[in-house]
C-alpha cells in the first residue's frame, strides 16, 4: 500500500467482506431465534407467538442492515482484510474479538441513543456480539488451519497421486518391516525397500512380487546405498537395526556402528534429498528403570547399550531437525506375536511356545513391568502416521502401545499359564534385568486415533494356534533369535571392513 492512498478493494477483499457480512446476520438471526424461543417457552406461553414472531422480524430488519454497515467499516479500520491477515494464533482472534466488541458497543450507542427506534433485546444483542465473535474468530481460524495444513496435504497428495506415493522402508525384511510392507502396500504407497535380507526374503514372500514393491538389497550403512536408495522419495521408514539387549551386547562397536551412526549418516542424506517426512524407529527401553507412569516427556535412564543407541539416534534426529525436516520417532513397547519374521526372543512368544512344546512357564523376577504391543498394531500405528497430515506428527514422538497392556512379567506369566494349564509355571525371585517400566499412550491415541487391535491374550492364541498348526516346529531355531542369529554367524561378517579382509585372506592363500 502506497502510504496516502487507501486501500484498492480487490475481489478477495469484496469476497471476505461478504463472508463477515454473512456471518453478522446469522450471528444475529440466531440470537433473536434464541430470545423469542426463551419467551415463548418459559416467560410467557400463552403469548401470541405470531405477532411476537413478526415484532423481532421487524427489529431484525431494522438492525441488520446498521449493524452490519458499522462492524464492516471498523474491520476495515482494523485492517481486517489488508495487513491483519498475517496476524497470527491467539493475536488474530483478540484483535477479531476486540473489533466485534467495539462494533457492537457502537451500534448500540446506535441503536439506543441516536436512533432510538430500533428497540433490540438487550440480551439478544449479547447473544448476537458473542456468536459474531466466534464465527468470525472460528472462520480465520480455519482459514489459517486450511493454508497451512489441509491445502498443502491435498496439494501433495495430487501432485504425487495416491498410487505413485514413494516411500522407503529401510530394514524392512525385519520383525515389524515384514508386518509394515503389505499395509503400505494395501495403502497405495510405492514402496522402495532397502534391506541386506540376513534373514533371507521369506519374511516378505508374501509381497515381494507386488508390481508397486521396489527390492534394493544393500547394506544401510553404505552411503552410495542409501543415496541410490533414495531417489525420488518423499517419505523414509528407517527400522533398521540390530534389536534387543542381548544380540547389541554380542559386539558394541557393531552395535554403535548399525544403531547410531549409520541412523545419523541416513537422516543427513535425507534432510540433504529434501525428503518430507521420516520416521525412526526408537524403544521403550529408553525409560529404563522407573516405578512411575511415564509418558513421552518423562526423564529416560535407559540400562542398556540398546536403550542407550536408541535414546542416542533420538538425540542426533533432534539435532538436525528443521522446518522442513522434522523427523517423527515411535518408542515401540515390547512387541509379541506372529509377522512374516517372527522372533522368540521376546518374552511374550518365548513363554508361550516354552508353555506350548515344553511344558514349562519359568518367569524371573515378576514384578518388573513392561508394555507389550502386537507386531500388527505396531506396524498399523507406523502407517497411520504416514497417512496421518505431516503437520500433526512432524517433530513428535509417540508411544506406541496401549495402557490396559502395561503387564507385570509374573502377570504375564499367569495369564499363558491360564491358556496352557497342563505347563508347570516357575517363579524365580531372582533377574539380571534391570528394566522396569508402565508407559502411558495416550498421545497417539488422542494424535492419530489408534486402539490395538490385538490383546496379549489374541498374541498369545496366535503363537499357541501356529505351534498346533505345524506352522512353527522348533522355537528355538537360529532364524527366531537376533542373538543366536548373530552368534552363530558371527559379527564378523558385518564388519564394514569385511571387504578388506577377505582381500586378504585371498591373497595370503593364493
Same mark, same amino acid.
Given at each position: ?24 446476520? &446469522?450471528?444475529?438471526?440466531?440470537? =433473536? $431465534?434464541?430470545? !423469542? %424461543? *426463551?419467551?415463548? /417457552? ?13 415484532e423481532?422480524?421487524s427489529?431484525?430488519?431494522q438492525?441488520?442492515w446498521?449493524?452490519?454497515?458499522i ?24 484483535? &477479531?474479538?476486540?473489533?466485534?466488541? =467495539? $462494533?457492537?458497543? !457502537? %451500534? *448500540?450507542?446506535? /441503536? ?31 482459514t ?14 495430487k ?7 514413494k ?10 518391516g ?104 526408537s ?57 512374516g ?35 500388527d ?11 496421518a497430515p ?27 499359564h ?93
Open positions: 500500500m502506497v502510504e496516502g492512498h487507501s486501500p484498492r478493494i480487490t475481489t478477495g477483499m469484496l469476497a471476505r467482506m461478504v463472508a463477515d457480512a454473512a456471518m453478522i446476520h &446469522v450471528a444475529l438471526v440466531t440470537a =433473536l $431465534s434464541v430470545r !423469542l %424461543f *426463551g419467551i415463548v /417457552a418459559f416467560q410467557d406461553p400463552e403469548i401470541d407467538t405470531a405477532a411476537k414472531a413478526h423481532y422480524l427489529i431484525y430488519l438492525a441488520s446498521p449493524l452490519m454497515a462492524c464492516l467499516v471498523v474491520f476495515l479500520a482494523n485492517g481486517f482484510y489488508t495487513y491483519g491477515r498475517y496476524y497470527q494464533g491467539r493475536y488474530k482472534a483478540l484483535v &477479531v474479538s476486540q473489533a466485534v466488541c =467495539l $462494533s457492537y458497543l !457502537l %451500534f *448500540g450507542f446506535f /441503536a439506543y441513543f441516536l436512533v432510538g427506534t430500533i428497540r433490540i433485546p438487550r440480551i439478544a444483542l449479547a447473544i448476537s456480539c458473542v456468536l459474531s465473535i466466534f464465527f468470525l474468530v472460528g472462520a480465520r481460524l480455519w489459517h488451519m486450511w493454508e497451512t495444513v489441509i491445502k498443502p496435504e491435498r496439494e501433495e497428495l501432485k504425487l497421486g495416491k498410487g505413485e506415493r516411500t522407503l522402508v529401510i530394514g524392512g525384511a525385519g520383525y515389524i515384514s508386518a509394515l510392507l503389505p499395509k503400505l502396500l494395501d495403502a497405495g504407497h510405492h514402496v522402495r525397500l532397502l534391506d541386506s535380507f540376513m534373514f533371507g526374503e521369506e519374511p516378505i514372500g508374501d509381497v515381494i512380487d507386488h508390481p508397486n514393491l521396489e527390492v534394493l538389497r544393500g547394506d544401510f550403512r553404505h552411503v552410495e546405498n542409501v543415496v541410490y536408495a533414495m531417489r525420488d522419495v518423499d517419505t523414509v521408514v528407517h527400522l533398521g537395526a540390530i534389536v534387543g539387549d542381548p544380540a547389541c551386547s554380542l559386539d558394541e562397536h557393531l552395535t554403535i556402528d548399525i544403531n547410531l551412526s549409520a541412523t545419523r549418516m541416513i537422516a543427513e542424506l535425507a534432510r540433504a534429498s529434501h525428503v518430507r517426512r521420516f520416521f525412526f524407529a524403544t521403550c527401553s529408553v525409560y529404563g528403570a522407573c516405578d512411575e507412569m511415564l509418558d513421552e516427556h518423562s526423564e529416560v535412564q535407559p540400562v542398556s547399550l540398546y536403550g542407550n543407541t536408541k535414546l542416542a539416534s533420538e538425540r542426533v534426529l533432534q539435532s538436525l531437525a528443521t522446518p522442513d525436516f522434522a523427523p517423527t520417532i515411535f518408542r515401540f513397547a515390547t512387541i509379541y506375536g506372529l509377522s519374521r517372527t522372533r522368540f526372543d521376546l518374552v511374550v512368544n518365548l513363554l508361550a511356545a516354552k508353555a506350548k512344546i515344553d511344558g514349562e512357564i519359568t518367569v524371573f523376577g515378576g514384578d518388573q513391568w513392561r508394555p507389550f504391543c502386537h507386531v498394531d505396531a506396524a498399523r500405528a507406523v502407517a497411520m502416521a504416514l497417512d505431516a503437520a500433526l506428527v512432524a517433530g513428535e514422538i509417540f508411544n506406541v502401545g496401549s495402557n490396559q497392556q502395561n503387564q507385570t512379567i509374573s502377570d504375564l506369566g499367569n495369564l499363558i491360564e491358556q496352557v494349564v497342563s505347563a508347570k509355571l516357575t517363579l524365580h525371585p531372582n533377574d539380571d534385568d534391570p528394566r522396569n517400566y508402565r508407559v502411558e499412550f495416550k498421545k497417539i491415541r488422542n494424535h492419530l486415533g489408534f486402539e490395538p487391535n490385538w490383546t496379549i491374550e489374541d498374541g498369545v492364541h496366535q503363537v499357541l494356534e501356529a505351534i498346533a498348526s505345524g506352522e512353527v516346529t522348533d522355537y528355538q531355531d537360529v532364524r527366531y533369535s537376533n542373538v543366536k542369529h548373530l552368534s552363530q554367524d558371527g559379527t564378523n561378517r558385518l564388519a564394514r571392513d569385511n571387504w578388506a579382509r577377505e582381500m586378504i585372506r585371498s591373497l595370503a592363500s593364493s
